[in-house]
């Protein structure tokens, strides 16, 4: 303070209003830093991902699943939450959950919100974690979501997410003051985990990827015993219409709807591809005619989008 009394010089009343200024910013900047280290002396969060770090020394951690919206919402961005982000997978996705959890002693909340993922499921496998744990495979018992395995995971760490964090599962709850009502509900409760011996900074494995160039041979959709399918858009009504015809060009089915993700899981449910790269094909040509209906752009099959 008297450094910056020397830059700053005191006006005629004998006040220093500037230097007291810089001195609270100079605080506030200090005291942000401090927050983001836990009691394990680590930088925290310790593994990266779609967050954002509120106070570290709060003691509720907010998952808002796939609902990313959920995270700008002002009246969640609470002192009283130390991290509030997303999660797509029940695998590695909930893997850096526990570690960025457990790396932190002050965390003894974890609240789950927002919408389910249909494929993944990661908020029914986190209920099913914390009230069947998981099997000598590591797979979270009862969990439905596509490969919920916390492979990389010692048991120890699992064991200790499990003792440190008390659930709360608002899995579908997108109404920002609900949500807030329960952070409310929790914000007196103030103690740390005193069993905090493991930590998180020795966690995932280090990850080997080998590098694939895009690329590949196409394999012909007339090639797929299931038969093909035609895909149209209705801009005025903001639909998409797939039709499928068998290999002999005789109709099929017809499916409409507004999502690109619920019209493929509708193919895929009822086995009308038998090939992933037809799979896939359909995948990116219902994601552009959605893109289309949304942005009042000319959809055409096999082809780039345009103005309307």
């Known amino acids: 303070m008297h450094f910056l009394a020397r830059i700053f010089p005191s006006n005629e009343a004998g006040e220093n209003p500037a230097a007291v200024k810089m001195f609270h910013l100079m605080t ?3 005291e942000r830093f401090k927050s983001r280290r836990t009691e394990a002396g680590n930088q925290w ?15 509720i951690a907010v998952c808002t699943l796939t609902s990313e919206n959920l995270i700008a919402t002002e009246d969640l961005l609470s002192k009283n939450v130390a991290i509030i982000g997303t999660v797509m997978t029940s695998n590695l996705g909930i893997e850096k959950i526990i570690l960025n959890i457990i790396s932190n002693p ?3 909340y974890f609240l789950l919100c927002g919408k389910e993922s249909p494929i993944f499921k990661v908020g029914q ?3 099913c974690l914390f009230h069947y744990g998981v099997d000598k495979d590591k797979r979270i018992i009862n969990a439905d979501g596509y490969f919920p395995v916390l492979n990389n995971l010692p048991m120890q760490k699992i064991n200790h997410f499990l003792k440190q964090v008390h659930f709360i599962n608002l899995t579908n709850e ?3 003051h609900v949500i807030l009502q329960a952070i409310d509900d929790i914000k007196g409760k103030k103690e740390i985990f005193k069993d905090f011996t493991v930590g998180g900074s020795e966690g995932l494995k280090e990850e080997v990827i080998s590098e694939i160039k895009p690329g590949g041979r196409r394999i012909p959709l007339d090639y797929d015993q299931k038969g093909f ?5 209705d801009n005025p009504k903001r639909e998409i219409t797939v039709k499928h015809y068998y290999k002999d060009n005789r109709a099929g089915f ?4 507004h999502s690109s993700e619920a019209i493929l899981l509708a193919i895929l449910d009822n086995d009308l591809v038998s090939q992933m790269s037809h799979a896939g094909y359909l995948g990116a040509e219902l994601a552009k005619a959605e893109t289309a209906i949304k942005l009042g752009l000319k959809y055409t099959q ?3 989008l345009k103005k309307g």
């Open 174 to 176: 997108k109404q920002g």
């Open 229 to 233: 399918f035609v895909i149209t858009v």
């Open 28 to 30: 506030k900047v200090k």
């Open 302 to 304: 096999d082809q780039s």
């Open 106 to 108: 002050h965390i003894r």
């Open 254 to 257: 017809m499916i409409k709807g």
């Open 125 to 127: 496998a986190f209920d």
């Open 45 to 59: 969060p310790l593994y990266p991902g779609s967050y954002t770090v509120i106070n570290a020394q709060a003691n």
